[in-house]
């Protein structure tokens, strides 16, 4: 077990690194909202622990030590998410923060315990990949909703949002994982993206569109159908 320092460390630097690697020391200071000194003072303690690799002026990437020890924390916040909506009946923009002060303090057990519980989860309520204990995550890359072209539909599997007010926003208009839209028309010059969720029309921001990751459907239904399948 590492401190809880530590493991907010890991968790930052393995999510970053799936977006940009080696990951700069500004961006991880960006992201935990600390100094750039007390960041390059703790990422010096953790090369030593043999918890990450740093090249000055370069950037870090985490060992398979630090690899692991960031995706068993990853695995604890997000069966605890989980088990907040499911059991407990959170709303899911509101689970994160909750998640974040439980995940420290949660046993291996305790969350190997919820997992049976809960079914053997692959996704949490966002549809982020579980990792598995021995720390195997679901790698593959999908396309995010702004990428399908009109008139073909889509079902939602994962939403990379954290802001709570856009998860409650994307609550309303039911763009859960599992729901199916068919995209009816992208504006022009990076517009927004209008939609038929359950056979009701919506827009939505580019910006959010970006953020959706889907499972491409091929094309829809004619207009006149009742294209917004049940999700």
């Given at each position: 077990?590492?401190?809880?320092?530590?493991?907010?460390?890991?968790?930052?630097i393995?999510?970053?690194?799936?977006?940009?690697?080696?990951?700069?020391t500004?961006?991880?200071?960006e992201?935990?909202?600390?100094?750039?000194?007390?960041?390059?003072?703790m990422?010096?303690?953790?090369?030593?622990q043999?918890?990450?690799?740093?090249?000055?002026?370069?950037?870090?990437?985490?060992?398979?030590?630090?690899?692991?020890?960031?995706l068993?924390?990853?695995?604890?916040?997000?069966?605890?998410?989980?088990?907040?909506?499911?059991?407990?009946?959170y709303?899911?923009?509101?689970?994160?923060?909750?998640?974040?002060?439980?995940?420290?303090?949660?046993?291996?057990?305790?969350i190997?315990?919820?997992?049976?519980?809960?079914?053997?989860?692959a996704?949490?309520?966002?549809?982020?990949?579980?990792?598995?204990?021995s720390?195997?995550?679901?790698?593959?890359?999908?396309?995010?909703?702004?990428?399908?072209?009109?008139?073909?539909?889509?079902?939602?599997?994962?939403?990379?949002?954290?802001?709570?007010?856009?998860?409650?926003?994307?609550?309303?208009?039911?763009?859960?994982?599992?729901?199916?839209?068919v995209?009816?028309?992208?504006?022009p010059?990076?517009?927004?993206?209008?939609?038929?969720?359950?056979?009701?029309?919506?827009?939505?921001?580019?910006?959010?569109?970006?953020?959706?990751?889907?499972?491409?459907?091929?094309?829809?239904?004619?207009?006149?159908?009742?294209?917004?399948?049940?999700?």
């Amino acid at each position: 077990m590492y401190t809880p320092v530590v493991e907010d460390y890991l968790k930052a630097i393995w999510m970053l690194q799936q977006v940009e690697a080696p990951v700069s020391t500004s961006r991880i200071a960006e992201r935990l909202e600390l100094t750039a000194a007390a960041v390059t003072a703790m990422v010096k303690r953790l090369a030593e622990q043999g918890l990450l690799r740093h090249e000055p002026y370069y950037g870090v990437s985490l060992t398979a030590t630090g690899e692991l020890a960031a995706l068993r924390i990853i695995r604890r916040h997000r069966v605890l998410e989980l088990f907040l909506t499911e059991v407990l009946g959170y709303e899911w923009d509101r689970v994160h923060e909750e998640a974040e002060r439980l995940e420290h303090a949660a046993s291996d057990e305790l969350i190997e315990r919820l997992t049976r519980l809960l079914g053997e989860p692959a996704r949490d309520p966002h549809g982020s990949a579980i990792p598995t204990a021995s720390g195997e995550v679901d790698r593959e890359e999908h396309p995010a909703l702004s990428d399908i072209e009109a008139g073909s539909g889509a079902r939602v599997l994962e939403v990379q949002v954290g802001e709570p007010e856009q998860l409650r926003y994307l609550g309303t208009l039911s763009l859960y994982p599992g729901a199916e839209v068919v995209v009816t028309e992208h504006a022009p010059f990076n517009g927004p993206v209008s939609l038929r969720i359950n056979g009701e029309a919506r827009v939505i921001a580019r910006a959010l569109a970006d953020r959706i990751r889907v499972s491409p459907l091929g094309a829809a239904h004619s207009e006149g159908d009742g294209a917004g399948e049940e999700g």
